[in-house]
């Protein structure tokens, strides 16, 4: 059986690329939450998502957190990427320079401002994931 595995810089350009991203948090009681979210990545830095601070997801989280996230396709050749990663960083959102981004980045620059001028940041934080274990594979690498 061939190697479905990505290459280094195969799974970092696949999480790059858009996804709706599944994250899975641990929880003090029971199995983790998991939960659908955007996100951005730039090869080699880390992942940053949105979310409320009074959210499920917002409580949960913080420095030091051990958090997993999952991108993958939902059509032939299925692709995953699975990283595991702490949380470094949360701080209060800012509309111009991280929701309208990554709203605009989801949505298209209409749907995206139309968004961003919608939900606005009030008790928005942004989470920085440091990604330090991957996994990943490619079964388009099957008929190669």
């Known amino acids: 059986m061939s190697d479905t595995r990505m290459t280094a810089a195969e799974r970092e350009a696949f999480l790059a690329d858009l996804h709706v ?3 899975a948090i641990p929880r003090p009681q029971g199995a983790p939450l998991t939960a659908p979210i955007w996100y951005a990545y730039e090869p080699g830095g880390a992942i ?8 499920r997801k917002g409580k949960l989280l913080g420095p030091g957190t051990r ?9 032939l050749p299925y692709r995953y990427v699975s990283v595991e990663g702490l ?6 959102a800012d509309l111009e320079s991280d929701l309208r981004p990554m709203a605009r980045r989801y949505l298209g620059t209409k749907g995206g401002d139309a968004y961003a001028e919608q939900s606005g ?3 928005s934080v942004v989470v920085r994931i440091d990604p330090e274990r991957w996994l990943s594979v490619d079964y388009g690498k099957l008929s190669r």
Not at 48 to 55: A, D, K, L, Q
Not at 87 to 92: D, G, K, L, M
């Open 67 to 75: 958090v997993t996230l999952v991108a993958q396709t939902e059509s």
């Open 87 to 92: 949380v470094s960083e949360i701080r209060e």
């Open 121 to 123: 940041t009030d008790g």
């Open 21 to 23: 991203g599944v994250l």
């Open 48 to 55: 940053t998502v949105i979310t409320g601070r009074e959210s």
